[in-house]
C-alpha cells in the first residue's frame, strides 16, 4: 500500500487478555516507531525499530509490553495480560531511514484504539 | 533526554487571519530535527513542516511557516490565511535519534 497501515482498527478486551497490535510500514521504509496516545492527550514514545532491531526499549510502559519486527518490514507490539490503563490509540510510524534520524520526517499510520474492559 | 517544554493548550483565530502556535523545547544537543505535525477529529498525524537545527533559514510549506529560534530554543509554526479546515490538534515534536518527543499539543478553532 502506499500510506502506513494497522490493524485491527478497533480492539475490545477484556482486563487480563492479550492483544496484538499489527502494523505495516512504507514500503522501502527501513525505521518503525510504536507511540501510544491516551484520550485528549499527547503521543507517547514507546519503541523504535531500525530494521529488526529496537536499541532502546526503555520507552515500554512496563514488562507486559513487547514489539518486534521481521523481516524488516511487518511489527506487531503486544500487550500482555491487559489492564484498563492501556486503553489508548497505538500509533504506528515509519519513516525512510535511522541514518540522519534527526531530519527524517515520520508517516503515521491510522491507529488502532484499544479498549480494555 | 530532548523534550518540548511548551505549548498553548488551546487557541482561537478567525478566518482568513494568521495564527502563531507556541513551541519551547528543551535539549543538550546541537543536532536535533522539529517537526510539527497536525490531527484533526479523524484521528490521522499529518505531517506539516520540518526545521533542522542547522538550517540557517526558517522553514517554510505552502501557509506553514516555522519561526525558529534556536538561542531561545522555539519553533513556533506561523499558520497564514486560517481555513476553517485547519481547526485541530497541532503537535510539535523533536527528536535527537530514533525516538521523537511530542508535546502535549494545541488545539486550533478557526472561527468563521
Known amino acids: 500500500g502506499a500510506g502506513v497501515s494497522q490493524s485491527p482498527s478497533n480492539k475490545v478486551t477484556e482486563k487480563g487478555k492479550d492483544v496484538e497490535l499489527r502494523c505495516d510500514p512504507i514500503s522501502g521504509h527501513t525505521a518503525l516507531y510504536w507511540y501510544r496516545q491516551s484520550l485528549g492527550q499527547g503521543l507517547e514514545f514507546l519503541i523504535y525499530?531500525?530494521?529488526?532491531?529496537?536499541?532502546?526499549k526503555s520507552g515500554l510502559p512496563s514488562d507486559r509490553f513487547s514489539a518486534e519486527r521481521t523481516g524488516g518490514s511487518v511489527s506487531t507490539l503486544t500487550i500482555q495480560r491487559t489492564q484498563q490503563e492501556d486503553s489508548a490509540v497505538y500509533l504506528c510510524?515509519?519513516?525512510?531511514?535511522?541514518?540522519?534520524?534527526?531530519?527524517?520526517?515520520?508517516?503515521f499510520g491510522p491507529g488502532t484504539r484499544l479498549t480494555v474492559l | 533526554a530532548q523534550k518540548i517544554t511548551k505549548t498553548q493548550p488551546g487557541m482561537f483565530v478567525q478566518e482568513k487571519e494568521a495564527v502563531t502556535l507556541d513551541c519551547t523545547y528543551d535539549t543538550s544537543d546541537q543536532s536535533y530535527g522539529l517537526f510539527w505535525y497536525k490531527q484533526p477529529s479523524s484521528g490521522e498525524m499529518i505531517f506539516l513542516i520540518y526545521?533542522?537545527?542547522?538550517?540557517?533559514q526558517n522553514a517554510t510549506e505552502g501557509r506553514y511557516s516555522l519561526n525558529f529560534q534556536k538561542a531561545r530554543k522555539s519553533a513556533n509554526l506561523v499558520i497564514s490565511a486560517s481555513q476553517l479546515g485547519d481547526s485541530a490538534m497541532y503537535f510539535c515534536a523533536m527528536s535527537e535519534g530514533g525516538d521523537m518527543r511530542f508535546g502535549a499539543g494545541t488545539r486550533l478553532t478557526v472561527k468563521p
Open positions: 510510524a515509519s519513516s525512510l531511514e535511522l541514518a540522519r534520524p534527526s531530519t527524517d520526517t515520520q508517516y
Open positions: 526545521q533542522g537545527s542547522y538550517d540557517e
Open positions: 525499530f531500525q530494521g529488526n532491531s529496537a536499541p532502546d
